[in-house]
């Protein structure tokens, strides 16, 4: 079973910055992709970022040009910076895998909240 431990998250103003981080333990074929989802109260979750091991992403509109995915292969790990942030990203977020770049993963860990607030 895919085990994850997601860290980072916490309480920032709008246009602040965040970093999160997951590590994750699993086979090479459950790890081929990561990525981060998020969910809010009352809300579905959805994608936030995906990336392969070769590095190909995929970003949800809503965070383009203010998220950038990375991960780090020989750490098992995948990072999320997170700039110019908004109220509206505020949620639970969850480190994911997942067979396709697109969509919401599937996620074991307890996620790590980000709150944006004045």
């Known amino acids: 079973q895919v085990q994850f431990v997601e860290s980072g998250g916490g309480l920032v103003q709008p246009g602040g910055s965040l970093r999160l981080s997951c590590t994750a333990s699993?086979?090479?074929?459950?790890?081929?992709?990561m990525g981060w989802d998020r969910q809010a109260p009352g809300k579905q979750r959805e994608l936030v970022a995906a990336?392969?091991?070769?590095?190909?992403?995929n970003y949800a509109d809503s965070v383009k040009g203010r998220f950038t995915i990375s991960r780090d292969n020989a750490k098992n790990a995948v990072y999320l910076q997170m700039n110019s942030l908004k109220p509206e990203d505020t949620a639970v977020y969850y480190c994911?895998?997942?067979?396709?770049?697109?969509?919401?993963?599937?996620?074991w860990g307890q996620g790590t909240q980000v709150t944006v607030s004045p």
């Open positions: 994911s895998t997942k067979p396709i770049l697109y969509g919401v993963g599937t996620s």
């Open positions: 699993g086979s090479s074929s459950d790890l081929y992709i």
């Open positions: 990336i392969t091991r070769g590095g190909i992403k």
